[in-house]
């Protein structure tokens, strides 16, 4: 196999501008032409050689059955209706033989049936989740400005198992009573032409109803799918936030939200459910209506002797056949409608492009030492959630290689958003950012994030040991290179006490640790990648005192010998940087070191005078 089913999904160009739901409660994505099931294809392609077995094993499990009334008709004809009794018991004797026969193939093939399409049912799920899980982390983050993370869950839990419900099972169902169901009616038109070809004309009639109640099923499963995944919103919002919740006593409050959220899935269900019903009960009962008043016809040409009582026995079990089939159909064209629903959603996440994405002919970073340059040159932007609200206006700055720089200034002056241009997690709408003399757009992503380091605020500690959090920076490091790592960022000594040392499992978002050790894990984490190119995000602002020392102390060593930008609040952390860049508004406002902005006057003296008690000049 040349390629994966998860690489070819991801690869595959879209004929379909990417979904953008408009909010997070309720998303109402710009829906690219309805694909329904047909956007599993991609996924189903590379195990076709598997499906062509499968098919193979369900047409033998339908022609098994359909061969039962064919071998039950010379049992009654040939054993049963015998005039010599020693002819009857060797004809008995043979015709359920063959029954057996058609019984022990029907065991056979519908085993393999079972368990070939059970395979490609989870197969194509895993897969199918891989690739929307793979496709939805490479979107820039402001494609989760209007995508909750519990909306994205919903399609990779809830919409995939649907889909696994029908390509493992409801899908064979269907196939398997379709050519049973075709080939009973088949049979029946060739035994019983005069009779069946009027009750044929019927059931067409019963079609086109079929399909406007599987137009507004379908409607509804969709509907139903996304009321469960507003409910899957909250519950990913509260719970990743319970010290909130708890702290404000608010859990009656959540558990009230989420009760009305899944109130809202139920009665939207519920309205499904009861069209689906009223679907598989019209088609249920004008099929039986309809065969049985071909069976009446049945019975009244034996009567006349124009047919045998194997052959009516034949016709009843040949409509018993294509009444269940019908029944059984209708059944899946239910689970088809819904999963169509499921895989619509998550065709239109897969369907999503980012913004920010490699260039086609990505220039190459040059090799540096000591730090790299990094340039804003005319650079304007705004958020495309606020489209009238710029977040930097005009600024211009450059930063020399091995020197340390320091945003300053009141909160939405824009600081951050310098640091997520640098990263290219956005593209400026004016002017550009280089990168040793390269524009962030002309790199590819990979070797210009690899470039860079990052300290948040709120580190991010992931649910596994201390010794891969650190090695998260760089993946392929040796133990002893992590070691190295954490006793630069003074995080050696805590993580050896821990109760299995660098193997302990720190739990879900670092709970086991405090806050000033979150920081130095990151840290570590940053050091241990050892990029030419270091960001600092309020690194500082949360922890106490001592913490504070203990991380300061750590941030010095990770900034030795390269180019680190700064934000702070706490203007003792950026006393000594070798620049301080005053931002307000968007714009840089002023420039220079400590000493001098104070002594200049203006934003930075004020600032300064509010934490230190200095007299502006």
């Known amino acids: 196999m040349s390629s994966s089913p998860v690489s070819a999904a991801l690869a595959a160009p879209s004929a379909t501008p990417p979904a953008a739901p408009s909010d997070t409660a309720s998303p109402d994505p710009v829906k690219p032409p309805v694909r329904s099931l047909s956007g599993l294809l991609p996924f189903l392609r590379p195990y076709r050689g598997r499906i062509l077995l499968a098919l193979l094993f369900l047409v033998g499990a339908a022609a098994s059955t359909l061969a039962f009334p064919i071998a039950l008709k010379s049992l009654i004809d040939q054993g049963i209706v015998a005039a010599d009794p020693g002819q009857r018991v060797m004809a008995l004797r043979e015709h359920f033989m063959a029954l057996f026969g058609v019984g022990a193939a029907l065991g056979l093939f519908s085993a393999l049936r079972f368990y070939s399409v059970t395979w490609l049912g989870e197969r194509v799920t895993a897969d199918l989740r891989s690739a929307v899980y793979a496709h939805v982390v490479t979107q820039s983050p402001e494609f989760f400005e209007t995508t909750a993370s519990g909306e994205v869950l919903s399609r990779l839990t809830t919409d995939t ?72 919103a909250i519950a990913a919002e509260v719970l990743n936030a319970i010290p909130v919740v708890q702290g404000h006593r608010q859990e009656a ?148 290689p091995g020197e340390t720089v320091a945003l300053v200034g009141p909160s939405g002056a824009g600081k951050s958003t310098m640091l997520q241009l640098l990263l290219r997690f956005y593209d400026v709408q004016h002017g550009g950012v280089t990168v040793d003399g390269v524009d962030v757009r002309d790199a590819s992503l990979a070797s210009l994030r690899g470039r860079i380091g990052i300290v948040p605020q709120d580190s991010t500690i992931f649910s596994t040991s201390a010794l891969e959090n650190i090695r998260y920076g760089r993946p392929e490091a040796t133990e002893a290179e992590v070691i190295a790592a954490a006793k630069a960022a003074f995080a050696h000594d805590f993580i050896e006490k821990l109760p299995e040392g660098y193997d302990t499992y720190l739990g879900e978002r670092g709970v086991r640790l405090s806050g000033g050790q979150r920081q130095r894990i990151s840290i570590a984490r940053a050091m241990l990648k050892n990029p030419p190119l270091l960001l600092l995000d309020e690194a500082t602002s949360a922890l106490d005192a001592e913490s504070e020392r203990m991380v300061q102390a750590a941030l010095e060593k990770a900034m030795a010998d390269r ?15 070798d620049r301080i860049v005053v931002m307000d508004g968007g714009r840089i406002v002023d420039i220079g070191r400590h000493d001098e902005l104070v002594a200049r006057g203006g934003l930075y003296a004020r600032l300064a005078s509010m934490q230190f008690g200095l007299e502006a000049a």
Do not use: C
């Not at 696994?164 to 169902?173: A, F, I, R």
């Open 161 to 232: 198992t649907l889909v696994q419900t029908v390509v493992g099972s409801s899908l064979s169902m269907g196939l398997r009573n379709t050519v049973m169901g075709l080939g009973a009616l088949g049979m029946l038109i060739v035994t019983n032409p005069t009779v069946m070809l009027p009750v044929l004309g019927i059931l067409v009639l019963v079609v086109l109803p079929s399909l406007a109640f599987g137009r507004r099923v379908r409607k509804l499963s969709r509907a139903s799918q996304d009321r469960v995944a507003d409910s899957s």
């Open 253 to 400: 409050r959540e558990a009230q939200r989420f009760a009305e959220a899944t109130e809202r899935a139920f009665d939207t269900a519920r309205r499904r459910t009861r069209v689906r019903a009223a679907l598989v009960a019209f088609i249920i009962t004008a099929t039986f209506g309809a065969l049985l008043w071909g069976l009446y016809q049945g019975t009244q040409a034996v009567v006349a002797g124009r047919i045998s009582a194997g052959h009516l026995g034949q016709t009843v079990v040949f409509v018993i056949i294509l009444v269940s089939s019908v029944a059984v159909l209708s059944e899946v064209y239910g689970d088809l409608l819904r999963a169509a629903g499921a895989t619509e959603r998550l065709m239109e996440l897969l369907s999503a492009r980012s913004p920010v994405a490699d260039p086609a002919r990505p220039v190459a970073l040059p090799a540096v030492q000591g730090g790299s340059a990094v340039r804003f040159e005319g650079v304007g932007f705004h958020y495309p959630s606020r489209p009238g609200m710029p977040a930097l206006s005009e600024v211009n700055l450059d930063v020399r």
């Open 563 to 577: 180019t680190t930008l700064v934000i702070a609040h706490r203007l003792a952390t950026v006393q000594k940087a």
